[in-house]
């Protein structure tokens, strides 16, 4: 038996720089406080601004009328959706986006911003929020995707087509869109299959719970172009966006990253920065819009709440035959739920010869979802993976046997068509299935231990990366990527690892889109994959270019010349040149030594986590309490540990507080009753222990050092292995997720009876 310690990192090939654990370049900045987030923002003449939101869940707008609020001494100018380019003739996401910074014809959901005012400070703009006088047509509202899907329910846009009869006979029009895959025969599949089973899951909107509010400060020049600084996972995309909400082109926006209190996915989106240039270009002063705590709320997109359905057919030596979902996800007031993600990963872990899934995309009077940490497969795996621990107790077979049975390997065909590529759903199911903490005894009543697996795609993306040398032989790399997750280090790491330099020689910024090449979005765990990528071929790009230099100054052929540690080598004379001594000489050798990538690489790799959790249940509270949390996944190579572990206990840690108390409470009229901290119940450190982690190690062939992103799959196991072991624990299973102490009560007393 192994006896794996926590946080251990089972590597497969040892690197200089890669693989190890340097102190991060933004470490110090952020401690002292020297970081500059959105709201740090300060210029001459900056006005402050505020939105005004709608108190109504559903209604149309028949007149908004500023005049009382600009007559305000100090107010300097409001804005409405007016303001605003125009939308397209055909909707599109970006059109709806453009909808939901500032609604036009009707609000959908209680927050829905309809204008915006600056003044001279924030008080005299909240004061004249109350002067804007606003005449609505209210509606009947629907919350839920139940409610949506009902037949006769309240339309929100009249123009989404009835895509399929979801309600009976009935279409229903809040269906925004409806896929389907399928593979092989469904039908024969279950006529194979020996024991069937089959679950319905549900869960509430759940907020990332990112520290930093939304931010963005907007100033005009007299040349007609435009800055914005903000906190985003993607300042081009800022720029992008704010361009089509204003009707200029990209080229007039200048989008400058700040650092990011946090996003998970939830900053992919923009809200503020079209607003307060909005503003600004009106008062002819620059202008910042931070959101409250209770608008980032009340106004910012959740993840979906969803119902999902599986049916697995199997034999009984435990080989699926067949598999079914049904995946209905609210979308919020627009479309373009996560149900594509959640359908992506439902299925794909797994071998299964015959399979459907189907998705449904329901808007609903709620604010937009939005990302959410792998969005959409922690619901889809909560369904899913309670229906194979289902399976795996009727057959008594291990649960981790029954995964390992039916793992997915290189080369398996998925359900959406394509092959599996090289992953380590094996390797870590061994790991899980060896360690100390499975193998373990767990005593005592109402104790209960589960398992869960989940996947993850990983993504990619345009990337670019530039570096310069230092005459001390330091660089300077300049990226496109905010740092959400440490990947100023983890990239510098991969940059040093080629010139074999120390990491610490490496100075990483994050540059203004003015100043570097398109670079996506810092989404789906692709950055250190996409950028690092970058960064591999500009350092690659200055080694061709520091040999040469060291050709010239011998006066030898380039193929004489050898490179490594930092250090020019000749074949010839075994003479040598560091790093820092080209460095020292390459204006006289040719001028100074850039290098530059831009890249758009796919080969990101998939990747695959297995959850261990156990559980005490309080029969008289029905509280349940994590006793021990070990996490094991595939990180293809860990490019710094410690913040692939940090990665994996963060996703750990909110999955926890969204399988156990997390939810948006709302009243009948659609307000969020717990819009604050204090009352938006987040787990705590009194609610977690230690979560240990094992870093398997399952080279990824799509990129030159095997790198997988981390950061989305470990959201993923968390809902249905704390499920499972709330099962184990009390003997009934509760498909309603939180796992609020009310419901495991309710669950206990059905059992009693």
Not at 621 to 638: E, H, N, P, S, W
């Amino acid at each position: 038996m192994s006896t794996y310690e926590a946080n251990q990192v089972l590597a497969t090939r040892e690197y200089d720089t890669i693989g190890k654990r340097p102190v991060r370049h933004d470490g110090p900045d952020k401690v002292t406080g020297k970081a500059q987030y959105g709201a740090d923002i300060r210029l001459p003449g900056l006005l402050h601004a505020r939105t005004l939101q709608s108190p109504h869940a559903h209604a149309r707008i028949k007149k908004i009328d500023a005049s009382r609020a600009l007559a305000l001494p100090g107010v300097r100018a409001v804005v409405t959706a007016a303001d605003l380019a125009p939308l397209p003739a055909e909707l599109d996401a970006a059109a709806f986006n453009l909808c939901n910074a500032l609604a036009r014809d009707k609000v959908l959901y209680k927050g829905h911003p309809v204008a915006a005012v600056c003044a001279t400070n924030l008080h005299i703009a909240e004061e004249a929020l109350e002067l804007i006088d606003v005449d609505y047509d209210v509606l009947p509202a629907v919350f839920t995707v139940e409610e949506a899907m009902a037949a006769g329910a309240p339309v929100l846009h009249e123009d989404l087509p009835a895509l399929s009869p979801v309600a009976g006979d009935a279409p229903s029009q809040n269906v925004a869109t409806r896929s389907e895959m399928v593979l092989g025969d469904l039908e024969q599949g279950f006529a194979e299959a020996e024991i069937v089973v089959e679950r319905e899951t549900t869960t509430v909107p759940v907020h990332q719970g990112y520290i930093e509010p939304h931010s963005g400060t907007a100033m005009w020049h007299e040349d007609g172009n435009l800055t914005v600084w903000s906190s985003s996972q993607g300042h081009f995309n800022v720029r992008d966006f704010t361009a089509s909400a204003l009707g200029i082109p990209v080229s007039s926006v200048k989008a400058v990253p700040l650092e990011i209190g946090g996003g998970f996915g939830a900053k992919l989106r923009v809200y503020v920065e079209p607003v307060a240039a909005a503003l600004a270009r009106k008062a002819h002063a620059p202008v910042k819009l931070t959101m409250t705590r209770t608008e980032v709320f009340e106004r910012t997109g959740p993840t979906s709440g969803t119902r999902v359905r599986v049916r697995l057919g199997a034999k009984r030596d435990g080989r699926l035959t067949a598999a079914e979902a049904v995946l209905v996800y609210a979308a919020g007031a627009f479309p373009g739920s996560p149900v594509g993600g959640g359908a992506r990963c439902i299925m794909t872990a797994y071998d299964i010869p015959h399979a459907r899934i189907e998705g449904y995309d329901v808007v609903t009077n709620t604010p937009k979802s939005a990302a959410y940490r792998a969005p959409g497969s922690p619901a889809a795996a909560l369904a899913f993976e309670t229906a194979l621990d289902e399976l795996a107790e009727t057959l008594a077979i291990d649960p981790i046997e029954l995964r390992r049975i039916n793992s997915a390997k290189e080369g398996t065909r998925r359900v959406l068509g394509t092959l599996m590529p090289k992953v380590g759903f094996v390797e870590v199911l061994d790991a899980a299935s060896s360690h100390h903490h499975y193998r373990s005894k767990l005593d005592g009543p109402y104790r209960g231990r589960g398992v869960a697996s989940g996947y993850w795609g990983n993504g990619s993306g345009p990337s670019s990366a530039v570096a310069t040398l230092n005459a001390d032989g330091s660089v300077s790399l300049s990226e496109g990527s905010p740092d959400i997750g440490g990947t100023r280090t983890s990239i510098a790491q991969q940059f040093a690892e080629v010139l074999g330099i120390p990491v610490a020689r490496v100075k990483p910024q994050i540059v203004d889109t003015d100043s570097i090449g398109y670079t996506s979005n810092s989404a789906g765990s692709g950055v250190t994959h996409k950028t690092g990528w970058a960064a591999y071929e500009a350092a690659t790009e200055m080694k061709r270019q520091l040999i040469a230099r060291a050709a010239e100054l011998w006066e030898t052929d380039i193929d004489r010349i050898a490179f490594d540690k930092g250090i020019a080598r000749c074949a010839d004379r075994g003479a040598t040149l560091s790093i820092q001594q080209l460095a020292a000489q390459q204006n006289d050798t040719g001028g100074p030594i850039v290098a530059s990538a831009g890249v758009n690489p796919g080969g990101a790799g998939p990747t695959i986590a297995t959850h261990i959790v156990d559980v005490e249940v309080d029969p008289d509270t029905g509280k349940i309490q994590i006793l021990r949390y070990t996490a094991v996944q595939d990180a293809g190579k860990a490019i710094h540990p410690s913040y692939v572990e940090g990665q994996i206990q963060g996703g750990a840690a909110q999955g926890i507080g969204w399988a156990l108390n997390e939810a948006y409470c709302l009243a009948d009229d659609g307000t969020m009753l717990n819009s604050s901290f204090l009352d938006y119940r987040m787990p705590t450190a009194f609610d977690l222990p230690m979560i240990d982690t094992v870093i398997v190690e399952v080279h990824n062939p799509g990129h030159p050092f095997g790198v997988r992103g981390v950061g989305e799959v470990p959201i993923v196991p968390p809902l249905a292995a704390i499920a499972n072991a709330v099962y184990d624990a009390i003997g009934v299973r509760i498909d309603d997720l939180p796992l609020t102490p009310d419901r495991v009560l309710a669950a206990l007393e059905e059992a009693n009876r």
